[in-house]
């Protein structure tokens, strides 16, 4: 029987502990997080289309739960065959919370905050802010109190794994804080299922919202990919979950066979090439660079005038300045009014916002306020 190589005492640990209820350990995540405000912004942020327009765009929330039921789905599987020992529940915790620190505009939001961060500073990456955010941000400085599993497999769910066809769990547990990179593997089986699983969910779903966005076609798509994968999403992802559960249930490693391995890369790179690094798209990445970069500037900007004088901001007479300084205020437990972590802060705010709500911002930092005249139908008439 195949199961992870550490104990459950370390899997279950909290950074506080908890006395266990009917849900089980990794349930229980599944509700913090599904109960977070991080997670329901998650519905207002873009996927790869910024700000779309059509309710039938994918966004950050639906990729989750693709990712979720993905990853459950192969626990399944692979516990049937009989071979393995996994936890669905620990492997849909971790689909939900694994993009929970995600940025607006998708990644080209986290590129142009990483960009605007200085020389020195650690990199932002979305899956380390996801860390970040349901360890330390969440519940206004509180964290949500996660598992070490499903903490360790939200940080290490990222990878460009198309060099490693075969996952396993590292060798030793994480230390999840002093995680920057990603060049870690999950801990357990199930946080190696989820990184595969992230890669089956947005493919196929990122060819449909190009084809609405009319900028490829069916036909555009390799024919032996249409062909051996499927043409829609469902069809993809069922293809590709089928053939990981079936390849690895007889080893100890988790993977895709040879031959739909090379098929999945193969539609990554046309998708990379067609869509992601399409024209259009790159106009709206310059776009959202600029915009990003120059809330940079509008809140160092401001903080360089008031700091942690918090009724100061009320002189700017914006509600961006007034909001910043709200979220501030009632993050003192992180920040503890140190100046020097200014660019965190600014990261974590910008990084928690939505598409929609970064525009408004934009809008509001960049036009002048409105002047207050006095409507003249109501004046007071002059003395006599």
């Known amino acids: 029987m195949i199961k992870n190589p550490f104990s459950d005492e370390i899997y279950t640990r909290r950074t506080h502990p908890l006395t266990s209820d009917l849900r089980g350990e990794y349930f229980r995540d599944q509700t913090k997080i599904i109960h977070s405000l991080p997670f329901r912004r998650l519905k207002h942020k873009t996927q790869v289309f910024f700000a779309p327009d059509n309710d039938h765009i994918c966004t950050r929330i639906e990729h989750v739960l693709h990712v979720a039921t993905i990853a459950a789905t192969i626990c399944r599987g692979l516990n049937k065959s009989g071979n393995w020992d996994l936890s669905e529940d620990m492997a849909y915790a971790i689909g939900l919370g694994h993009d929970i620190g995600h940025a607006p505009f998708g990644h080209e939001g986290e590129r142009a905050i990483n960009m605007c961060l200085p020389k020195g500073h650690k990199p932002f990456l979305h899956e380390v802010n996801s860390y970040r955010v349901v360890e330390h941000l969440a519940n206004y400085g509180e964290g949500l109190n996660l598992t070490f599993a ?181 993050m003192q437990k992180v920040y503890k009014q140190d100046v020097t972590q200014l660019d965190t802060i600014i990261a974590d705010y910008i990084s928690g916002m939505t598409d929609s709500y970064a525009l408004d911002v934009m809008e509001d930092v960049i036009l002048p306020s409105s002047i207050k005249f006095l409507n003249y139908n109501h004046a007071k008439a002059p003395a006599k």
């Open 150 to 330: 499903v903490k360790d497999g939200i940080i290490c769910h990222c990878g460009e794994d198309y060099d490693n066809n075969q996952l396993r769990p590292g060798k030793t547990p994480n230390d999840l804080e002093k995680i920057f990179g990603r060049n870690q593997m999950p801990s357990t089986y199930e946080g190696c299922i989820v990184r595969l699983s992230d890669k089956i969910a947005y493919l196929g779903r990122d060819i449909e919202d190009a084809i609405k966005a009319d900028l490829i076609t069916l036909e555009d798509i390799p024919q032996d990919v249409r062909e051996e994968l499927g043409e829609k999403n469902g069809e993809i992802i069922n293809t590709l979950t089928l053939d990981l559960i079936n390849h690895s249930k007889d080893k100890d490693c988790i993977g895709f066979s040879d031959e739909k391995f090379d098929l999945l890369s193969k539609l990554r790179v046309f998708n990379y090439k067609r869509i992601y690094d399409n024209e259009q798209m790159r106009q709206r990445k310059e776009t959202i660079c600029k915009c990003i970069a120059d809330l940079f500037t509008y809140f160092r900007h401001i903080f360089g005038r008031y700091q942690f004088d918090y009724d100061g901001y009320e002189k700017e007479g914006k509600q961006t300045a007034h909001n910043f300084a709200n979220y501030m205020k009632s």
